[in-house]
């Protein structure tokens, strides 16, 4: 069966702040030097925040997290993958609360970084101008509706809020 491979969807990203902000511009996209890649490494690569492993920067940066980030990258089937009966988008470890799109069509929404996904695209799929399209909302002001909405944990280190989110608990 003929499959799209990874190297074919992994070309051509690019990421914006949703709604604009410190770093970029309200519509201004910037293209990621690196994929798979995280919205700090990028942000830093172009020079937009401070190297947040230096000094006290790190503090300089929190706004980062708190923003909601969206990634996006258009890519080609050609005939023998079209013909094929079935068609898939598998994602590994989405980072947490993210809604995903092809071509305009909501096709995932998650909030686990721990699960896979594999998700039938056959019907969404055209010969060219495929546009996946990654909103990534805020894990901290996610994390914070979900215990505001059940109860507040405690821990010796760190915001509570954290225990409600199935994230890799790492910055």
């Known amino acids: 069966m003929p ?10 990203w690019s990421f914006t702040q949703i ?4 770093a970029i511009k309200d519509g201004e996209w910037l293209s990621v030097k690196q994929f798979p890649t995280t919205v700090h490494v990028e942000l830093l690569k172009y020079g937009k925040i401070p190297d947040p492993f230096v000094g006290l920067n790190e503090w ?5 997290g708190e923003a909601e980030w969206s990634f996006k990258t258009e890519f080609s089937v050609n005939e023998q993958e079209l013909a094929a009966p079935n ?10 609360f993210a809604t995903v799109y092809l071509n305009g069509q909501k096709i995932l929404e998650t909030d686990n970084q721990f699960l896979s996904h594999r998700i039938a695209v056959k019907n969404q799929l055209k010969p060219s101008g495929n546009e996946l ?3 990534f909302a805020s894990a901290f002001r ?7 909405a059940h109860e ?8 509570s809020s954290r225990l409600h ?7």
């Open 152 to 159: 507040k944990l405690y821990l010796w280190n760190g915001d």
């Open 133 to 135: 399209l990654i909103n």
């Open 19 to 22: 709604g604009g902000g410190e």
């Open 60 to 64: 300089d940066v929190q706004w980062v």
């Open 142 to 148: 996610e994390g914070r509706k979900v215990e505001k």
């Open 87 to 96: 068609a898939y988008l598998v994602f590994d470890g989405l980072d947490t």
């Open 3 to 12: 499959e799209l491979r990874t190297k074919d969807i992994n070309n051509g």
């Open 165 to 171: 989110v199935r994230k890799a608990q790492y910055k």
